[in-house]
């Protein structure tokens, strides 16, 4: 025992580190912590969802213990579907996260293949020579853990997403009575959640937002349309509690909020008073003074029952001047233009619409810099190293750590794909496997070459120019005029113009050029210098231009 | 005198209401209150800028007496080299906006043919039976103004965009007292800036910059950079003093800094004492605890001299461990991405990079919401319009209004394109005028079709296939398999295979199909079903289907 070295490897995150995925590997044992996916940036165009390569796992499938899921977040289990099939291993994780787990895998035809087994904060569970030893966190949805992993050189601690709340709503406190326990005996590496890293003081807790949320519902002259998250179980149990308070009714709209309050609510983690919540077809039963209708649409997705609402494309709900709109979210990084086009909707058509902006009606679910170092405090780990965050908000925690007097030999920063490696008394950072992004484009999985993304950048800016050249095969000379068809480039009205000079320019040019018979590449090459200069003269754009010869 | 209406026509702003341009019209006399672009949304593919259109203007010209700048902001000088030649019409503004405006002329060789005259706060300037007076308000450029408008029937107050900073760097700060005293005796209408009507509060003054970035530069162990906007002179102004103070010497990166300082500093508004600044080939004669570096890039923009020196792409500057970054502005909406990408790179390199979440190193310049309520108080209109935001913030600031006791029936929302028509006693809202947004692509201004964007949207989600037909025309029956190219769509490995199998399904949907002689619109039915269907069968995507048919 003790003479393997101990391997911690983030292997997913699109620009964030270990956010995904995360592997620890000792001896002939890895365990996977996690299997998220990522949406696509701005640039990434027709991607999908993004997911962890896990070349790495593949190779080693043998050595493969399990995942174990900190939480039900779609960044934390929503790679599965994709990747389970190949990597076909056991999946760990608390109840509702196991709940959300087989939802997913239900819709993608692989729940019955699939080996789940329900954890509990508390307990070990051992996975070969590591032992999994769950403890609870609080975060923005409930049954979240934080991982103590007992290893044969010392114990790891992965904190999961999380924040300190000492008045949760839905779930426990952040267990730190255990965290100082094991501080007091000894920590070789803490592994941190670094979301928030750049925020001062501490994240308010959750009550904070059922306070708002029951002065608005208290106040408002007619009815009060919440959207928010549909895993936010425990905003939905504020709103529910404090409809019932003020002898409102609640009407769930739209269908995945619908789904999961009623799983959560089978799963006892929403507690519904009888008759408090009522059918959407009930609806015209109760004054507007009586009604909370709940949503998604917080992020302004186009689909989306409040978005519906907004564009006057919802059959049970249209806004009317009295109508109060709570947006209880903050727009995820990408999604503001959506989130503020709809809120300017919902305002042109009379409704009051209250926003982070404006009232506290969110909080986030990680740490500010006074968690994360409570956490280092409590935890006193030998070695650290941020995960979850962009590599600034990595390099703002590592800077914390060292305020609070960790040597700085012992923080590591890395990224996605290097390997951490440790025995008793030291760490450092050794190889680079593979760990790059693997692009979910359709039915396709891949790399989605390079070239794909630039081609679709290309035509999104300016267009493309098809040019079609017939040839004489037994002559080798053109016949007639090229054609050339365009999609994107010029407006309709210039179109024709430029287009017929086009092909006046490329048969011109063809013509000339005919010492020797005509081939594609020749032609290509051409017309792509010719057409290009001639339109980029005429419109300063410069569009895609594809040539294809045709030997009749 | 009197008899006729007063009206105010917001003509352009994307999304946000009369930023870019205002007319102001009465009788036979219309004034037009700046000229600015606005940068292009996520979804106008390939669109350069967004410009305001004028047809209400054209069609008038015989009555615009000019055009009157508030500042010299992109926002509201940019669309003048585009409308300019159009509408020929003399320019009003402050000698810095002026200055900035010739710039701008002279790089689209217009400069000789405008008539621009320097206007200056507290005169009056008769512009027919409109008589505009300036008057001085705080912005993030010196010499900004608002207007009194004087009609006929009273006085119109348009508030420019504004901020109260009773310690402002450079510039007076917003002339309280000629409000409070026209305020004593009557204005009809004010027309005031929305931008920050989200925030409570007051927004802090410049001079809490300056203690910061002070702050900053005396505790660097090494260099410090600093990038900002090449318009924020009193931003640069604190630089300067700073690195004054502390001994440091002033190097001037990137050529948009180089020239804004210059013509700063020649026009009087930039004050630099001698030997501070220095030639950035002295860079190696000073040790780095001694050097302060402005530049550009403060939006992450890819061509800047930030993002040049993060990425190893300037031959004068490398990032060491030991420098200090500061990002002196907030990210534009749109710009967060590249902004975040920045900060990521520079701290990859070891620097210690301080942004807006950390410190206070930017305010903005536009006020919050008790700038806003005292700006009411002190003008008492009897109409008010809010101006320059997105639907919400004019909804928040009408609010504001009327929690300061103002009717109701005397707050006009309006959105661009409508007219509040006045006299002296009532106001409504009456006509719509023409007052889209026109997109500047390349050579091309026009509405740029929507079908053009349409078509780059889709190109950019799923790519392009082109088909192409070859047809007896004598028999109107199909020569040989047609040929198929596509362009991100599918991966090269994937394409081969999928093409293939789709030139056959077209061969012999066709071959099936020649009851009748072959034409184009039925082949182009017959490949777009077949093709889209199997395409979308195998892969998930829906790429453009191009079919052009080719008689031989």
Redesign the interface.
Known sequence: MGKHKLRIIPLGGL?EIGKNMMAIEYANDIIVVDAGLMFP??DM??VDMVIPEISYLLERREKLKGIVLTHGHEDHIGALPYILPQLDTPLYGTKLTQGLVTVKLKEHRYSDKATTKVIQPGQKYPLGNLTIEPFSVCHSIPDSIGLIIHTPIGAVVHSGDFKIDYTPVDSKPTDLARLAQLGAQGVLLLLADSTYA??SGYTPSETVVGETLDHIIADAPGRVIIATFSSLISRIQQVIDAAARHDRHVFIIGRSMKNTTKMAAELGYLNIPTGVVRQPDELHRFPHDKIVLLTTGSQGEPTSALVRIANHDNSQVRITRGDTVVMSATPV??N??LV??T???L??QGAQ?IYE??AQVHVHGHGSQEELKLLLNLVKPKFFMPIHG???HL??HAKLAKSLGMPESNVFIIENGNILELDRNKARITDKVPAGNVYV????M?D??N???R??????????V?V?V?IDKKKGKI?GRP?I?S????????EETILEQGRDLVATTLERSSGRPLEWSFINTKVKDTLGKFFYE????RP?I?T?T?E?
């Open positions: 620009g940036e701005e165009h027709g750049e925020l990084p990408g503001e233009t503020h086009r809120v300017d909707t305002f042109r619409v902006k404006l962009e590599y600034r390099s703002l484009d359709g039915l396709v891949g989605l070459a070239v794909v993304l081609d679709r950048k290309m035509l999104s800016r300016d267009g493309i098809v079609i017939a016949i054609d068809v999609r994107g480039f010029v407006d309709t009205t210039e005429q419109t300063k754009r895609m594809l294809t045709m009749v």
